[in-house]
Structures are given as C-alpha cells and as structure tokens.
C-alpha cells in the first residue's frame, strides 16, 4: 500500500466553502500520487472554529465548543472524499462534546474507509495544557480496525509515549500517531514514542504533525514537526527504521509503500522478536535488588 502522512498547516477559512476547498485539495492531491491512505494530524480540525469568526476562534472555550458544533460536517466532507477518491482518510482530530462520555470535550480523530465505513478514536491520556486549561476529557477505550489495507490502530499524539498503550495494540499492522507539538522537543518525544511503538510491535507507525503559527487560536498558535512513516530496523526495513520523513516545518504530503507480508516477515523470522519475547518481562517487574557497591 501507499501511504500519505501530513504535515498540515493550518488556515483561518472565511468560509465553509473554503474550507472544504482546502480538505479536498489535499486529499485529491494525495489520492493523484497513488496513496491509499492518508493521515491528518492532531487539532487539525481547529481549522473549523474560525467559521465562527474571530472572536470565538481566540477564544479558548469558545473556540473547542464551536469545533465540536461543526464536527458533524467536517465528517460527511471527508466521508463524501474517501469515497469519491477510494481512499481511507483518517481525519485531523478535534475537540467533540459527547454527553455519553463526559461534560467535558474529548480529542477525537475519525477514520474513513472507501466504501462508507467510519471509525472512531478518542486520545486516552491528557496532556498538561490538555487538562489545564483546556479540561480535556480521556475518552471511549483504544480500538483496533480491520480494513483491506490491514489492522489499523490510532494513538493520539501523547497517547504514543506510553508502551502499555502501544503493547494493547500489539495485533495492529499499522498504528497511525496524529500529532500537535509546539516546540522541536515535543516534536521529537512524539517522534520516539511513534518510532518505539513500531519497535516493540513490529510493525510500521505514521506520524503527521502540524506545522507552523496559528495565532488565532490559542489551541494552536504554533506548531512544529513534519511527516514521518518508521518501521523496526529490522529485515525488509531501513537500518535506521525510517521509511519515510518529511522536511520540518515544511507543510506537503510525506509517501512511503508499506508491504504487509514485510510486517509478517519481520514478526515471523526478524533478526529480533520483540514482539513475542514482550511477555518474558511478565514477572520480572518489582524484583530489582539493591546492593551496596564499595
């Protein structure tokens, strides 16, 4: 398969017809250079508060709450595109106030298939800004979806820095990491968390990040980061486990062709099994000695 993976900038649109002018370009573009699946960053839906006009977009509640209201359209649109361009899209994430989960908004990224499916992921574990000031919610649990491309799975930006989660998706063949970092430091901790997840699972990892300021909102107001597609260095892949990488800062698509009998391979008869020696750990943890050494 081929995928495409962002580096989005983001734009304050005057209107909702600009806006879905802008999605359906990037995604016909991609769709053009044979990707097959293609991955929007983290708050990339921020995009949406600005329909609300300035005001509300420089707000920072005002602004999640007015994402959320336009959430159900921004859906149908990238809906509507993977099935006109047979493409699976997984969508910049945003702010969604759903009752069934909390009083509070959760960051939610939605997948969509060619023939009409939608999944969706909610980011399990809040970072700083995220729970002060912003009182993001933990949303509904991990999923892991099976499409014709193979099992994908989603972890959202922060979510991909801690193993346990990655370990839950350890059957994923592709695990899709949407990011938002502001400083090059967040950048790269995203980076080696979307690269230590592909290591332990032995499977290939896509990070898009939004790049550049957004001064109009405070959600948002500057990102850095780029595209990036990574697999372990192991057999079939690169030594250096990076299939793909982007440029920083420089907002396009970032392509790579992943081959899922590679991910079988290196599972079955890599030059490691991690994967499978995973559980050896089981046990070992809390039976650390101390010994004075004179």
Known sequence: MKIATAAYPLDPPDSWVSYAEKITDWVAEAAKNGAELLVFPEYGAMELAMLSGPDIAGDL???????????????????????????????????????????RPVNRTHLFSPTGGRGVQDKQIMTRFERD??????????????????????LTCYDSEFPLLGRALADADLILVPSCTEALSGYWRVRIGAMARAL????????????????WNPVVDMNTGMGGIFAPPDAGFPDTGIVAEGTLNQPGWTYAEVDLATIANVRKDGRVLGRTHWREQTGRD???????LG
């Open 286 to 292: 809390g039976h650390v000695t101390s010994e004075p």
């Open 133 to 154: 000031p912003m009182q993001m919610a933990s949303g509904g649990p991990l999923r892991l979806f099976e499409t014709s491309l193979g099992k994908i799975a989603i």
């Open 61 to 103: 509640e005002n602004s999640l709450r007015a994402v959320s209201d336009r959430i159900d359209d921004a859906n149908d649109l990238h809906a509507d595109l993977a099935t006109k361009y047979g493409v699976y899209i997984l969508s910049g994430s945003g702010p969604v106030f759903d009752d069934a989960v909390s009083n």
């Open 200 to 215: 332990e699972n032995q499977c290939v990892s896509v990070m898009a990040s939004l790049v550049g300021p957004a001064p």
